[in-house]
């Protein structure tokens, strides 16, 4: 297949997988493929959800999944065995968050990585084309925040010899949840490089803290460090000055109007919505609410978050993300409205 869309799921986070499916089909187009590679066997009641959707089908490279894990494994080893890192604890990502490296090896020539709490707003054709002319095709602001954390330094002291600048070099940093590239981008070879690359010393990449005492290995990190240390060229919509596509991406940013369950920022419609920070708990529990008639009413949903000690009413973008997950009901249940609630802006978002 010549392009499409890969999810990482099980049915922990059912109710996302529903949403983000409905705004594909609703926005992106119902001929988009989309594979679900499968974050356990925890799938049951997905493979029931998705029997009626033509285009959407489940990963079944177990072969690919064995060799990404493998990799992984070792790389966690390499990681816990280093001795580069004075601090009690270290922890790793959970082996199965890595899985979404088999888009790599999956049937599509070109695709797009998603993490499921998104919402698609649409049609993906420009994306896909760019990746005429890259390697890797990203949308969002994650160059800030590794900065902030002091990833980029310790980055660029092993890997930044050809960049111009710390700055230059932070602008080839992504997110790990919504990229974009080719089949065999990556592959064997490049693992086996990698690996003896580690352990030549790459390791001592990996000393970003995630708390006082601890070190924490996201595989956002590990995705970087395969996308630098190959040299693969980058393209960052929020970098282009000139694009139309340049938009803010983050439930944090409070400036998008909504106009026909569409997001818009400064005139521009979203690509994608990205609830990052919001556990699957809390979307579980405001679905149960929405299936109780508890949403429409604010006063109510804030009464049950007070007895039941849960977080549901401040959900930024929470009468959208319902929209799309109820669909088709939406479209004769729920108001439209010119602007949904959102959380105060941070200084590293759109």
């Known amino acids: 297949m010549s392009q499409g869309i890969y999810l990482l799921s099980n049915d922990g986070v059912y109710d996302q997988v529903i ?7 609703a926005n992106c187009g119902s001929d988009l493929p989309v594979c679900i590679i499968p974050y356990d ?3 049951q009641r997905l493979e029931k959800a998705i029997e009626h959707r033509q285009n ?11 060799k990404w894990e493998t990799f992984i494994a070792e790389v966690h080893r390499l990681f816990q065995a280093s001795s580069h890192l004075n601090v009690p604890s270290k922890r790793n990502a959970p082996l199965a968050m890595h899985r979404k490296y088999c888009a790599f090896d999956g049937a599509f020539e070109k695709f797009l990585y998603i993490d499921t709490d998104t ?4 049609p993906l054709d420009f994306l ?5 002319n890259f390697d890797l095709v990203v949308h969002d602001f994650q160059r800030k925040s590794s900065l902030a954390k002091g990833t980029v330094n310790h980055f660029f002291a092993r890997l930044g010899s050809n960049e111009a600048s710390l700055e230059s070099f932070a602008n080839r940093f992504h997110c790990g949840g919504f990229w974009a590239s080719k089949r065999q981008t990556i592959t064997e070879n490049d693992r086996e490089h990698f690996l003896n690359e580690l352990k030549a010393g790459d390791i001592r990449i990996f000393r970003t803290p995630s708390k006082k005492h601890s070190y924490y290995l996201s595989e956002q990190q590990i995705l970087n460090y395969m996308t630098l240390k190959k040299g693969l060229s980058v393209y960052n919509f929020t970098l282009d000055d ?3 596509h340049q938009t803010g991406c983050c439930i944090t940013s409070n400036q998008f109007i909504e106009k026909d369950r569409i997001l818009y920022d400064g005139g521009k419609r979203l690509t994608y919505l990205h609830y990052m920070g919001i556990k699957n708990a809390r979307l579980e529990q405001l679905c149960q609410r929405a299936s109780l008639k508890l949403t429409a009413n604010s006063h109510l949903l804030k009464l049950s978050d007070r007895l039941l000690k849960t977080d549901v009413a401040s959900i930024p973008y929470k009468d959208l993300f319902l929209y799309y997950r109820f669909l088709p009901q939406s479209r004769q249940t729920q108001p439209q409205t010119k602007q949904t609630d959102a959380a105060p802006a941070t200084p590293a978002s759109r």
């Open 119 to 122: 919402l698609l707003f649409k």
């Open 242 to 244: 000139t694009s139309e």
């Open 41 to 43: 066997q925890n799938i």
């Open 19 to 25: 949403a983000i499916l409905n705004s594909i089909e």
């Open 56 to 66: 959407v089908f489940f990963f079944e490279n177990m072969d690919a999944v064995r």
């Open 128 to 132: 896909f084309k760019k990746l005429d």
